[in-house]
């Protein structure tokens, strides 16, 4: 323990004592400014937060992109930023004796969860920008890295590993550091190598974000009070999924969590997080990863981590295996599910990763399912020449949506009228378009995931008179539509073909990643 820090950790465990001390010489008030209101604690906190599609289109993000929906973030702004730092702000100030020290971060990328990779320049901007700000601040007890676990970067195998190396260069081998992590994350042995904590979101959809950022906070100022020896253990069971199949909602991904969490329960002071990995990052520390960390217990550690392995390489057949519905197919499925009264109903395009398949539309259409809100299809050209031509609500509307790659399908003819222009889903020009019988489709630049069907009701449109949500997600749609019990009916939707996002990872053309040594595509050359 640092010098600086056991002076600190007697500040806290004797302050009846130094307050006696400074009695002596010193006025009450000045006793109280000085001891009572000086934290024991300070903790640099930052965010870098990106879900990589590597094989999307769009080109690689430059460091303007990240500023595109808003500006970086400091201060307040950046302690509010997100579930997973919230959390973290939270608890920290609950305690009362921890300094939040910002550093300067970047938001949300333009594109989201379907922009490839990061530029190594961008990168190196905001991970140098905050390392000067932390240097110029040392020194700090702990370090928080907000983090997802599947930004790609060109150059840069393990981003989140390299952030945490940076750090733990700058602030030296004493300092406790802790990140949080989307369950989407890919990460193996390395980013423990250099930080001391990861914790990861157990639910998809992720109602628990804001318990990582609490657990980060509680498990930082246990280590830096000089309670908690971090001690960890990294498995990689050596199974690869889409993410669609790892909705916590069913077995067997909910029994994965639930026996993370029992082991949680039983033993004191024990943090298990369990990665199922993003196959859309052609990135080395692909799937699934299994993080344990114990107060100076290897042994332990290495327990649980073998236990939390072979169980979900036990599990691996319905784990990694699913046979969705085509869009034909789901077309019968909706239509007799209108036709039995079971609506509202939700269908989830799980696979269309760029915004712009058209395939759906098609097919119901074709099937004569109309009442449907279709949100949302990317456009950007299509929003474009709506607004060189000034078009605005009330007008005809006579132009093709979606279909501008090759996973999109081709483009739809929609001919109909003009409901809504304006910001919405986080863009500051979109459009919502009336067509057929009771349609109504929401044009958008980018892909866009609705969770909640009320993030349809702008302008004068009511989601309660559709029958039919069409929406861009995997899972993070039953939030709002299925585990609310708003729809009666959910039905999730593969795409024609092999494409960017489906279940067939094996059409993907990774050049990092060997399919050979992952299941269900070959076995783990340990398991052979």
Not at 365 to 370: K, L, P, S, V
Not at 458 to 482: A, C, L
Request: some cysteine.
């Amino acid at each position: 323990m640092s010098l600086m820090l056991s002076s600190r950790l007697h500040l806290v465990l004797f302050p009846a004592a130094l307050v006696l001390i400074l009695s002596a010489c010193q006025p009450a008030d000045t006793i109280s400014e000085a001891v009572l209101d000086t934290p024991a604690y300070r903790v640099a906190v930052m965010r870098f937060q990106q879900e990589t599609c590597t094989f999307c289109p769009g080109g690689d993000a430059t460091t303007e992109d990240w500023t595109i929906l808003g500006p970086l973030l400091t201060g307040e702004a950046l302690l509010q930023s997100g579930s997973y730092i919230r959390g973290f702000t939270h608890q920290a100030r609950d305690y009362g004796d921890m300094e939040l020290i910002t550093l300067t971060s970047p938001d949300n990328l333009f594109g989201g969860s379907s922009r490839s990779w990061s530029t190594e320049e961008s990168f190196d901007t905001f991970v140098g920008q905050m390392l000067e700000e932390l240097e110029a601040q040392l020194p700090v007890d702990g370090v928080y890295l907000a983090l997802h676990g599947a930004l790609a970067v060109r150059n840069i195998p393990r981003p989140e590993a390299e952030i945490a190396r940076r750090f733990r260069e700058m602030v030296g081998p004493d300092v406790p550091i802790a990140g949080s992590f989307d369950l989407h994350g890919n990460e193996d042995e390395e980013f423990l190598r250099w930080a001391n904590f990861a914790f990861v979101t157990k639910r998809y959809p992720h109602y628990d974000s804001h318990i990582q950022g609490q657990r980060a906070a509680r498990a930082l100022h246990m280590t830096m009070s000089g309670a908690y020896r971090p001690t960890t253990a990294t498995r990689k069971p050596g199974i690869i999924t889409p993410t669609v199949l790892q909705w916590t909602g069913a077995p067997p991904s909910s029994n994965i969590m639930e026996r993370a969490r029992r082991w949680e329960a039983r033993e004191e002071d024990v943090f298990v997080s369990v990665f199922y990995g993003f196959p859309w990052s052609d990135v080395p520390d692909v799937g699934a990863t299994v993080h344990v960390m114990t107060n100076d217990d290897q042994a332990l550690a290495d327990e649980i981590a073998d236990d939390m392995n072979e169980y979900i390489w036990r599990v691996r057949e319905e784990f990694a295996n699913g046979r969705l519905p085509g869009p034909e197919q789901a077309a019968q499925t909706v239509s007799q599910a209108i036709a039995a009264g079971q609506t509202p109903v939700a269908v989830g395009d799980h696979s269309d990763r760029p915004g712009d398949a058209t395939h759906i539309t098609r097919a119901f259409q074709a099937a004569g399912i109309n009442n449907v809100i279709y949100g949302a299809i990317s456009s950007p050209e299509t929003l474009e020449r709506m607004r060189l031509n000034e078009m605005s609500v009330g007008d005809t509307f006579d132009d093709v949506i979606g279909g501008y790659t090759p996973s999109g399908g081709a483009a739809y003819p929609v001919q109909g009228r003009i409901e809504y222009i304006g910001p919405w889903a986080g863009y500051e020009y979109t459009a919502a378009v009336s067509f057929g019988d009771g349609n109504l489709v929401f044009i958008v630049p980018a892909y866009t995931q609705i969770r909640y069907p009320e993030e349809f009701a702008v302008g004068s449109i009511d989601p309660s008179d559709y029958d039919v949500f069409v929406v861009k997600s995997r899972v993070h749609f039953r939030r709002g539509f299925d585990e609310t019990g708003y729809a009666d009916t959910i039905v999730v939707v593969e795409a024609p073909e092999p494409f960017i996002g489906t279940t067939f990872l094996d059409a993907l053309p990774y050049e990092n990643v060997d399919l050979s040594v992952l299941y269900p595509y070959g076995t783990p050359p340990e398991r052979r």
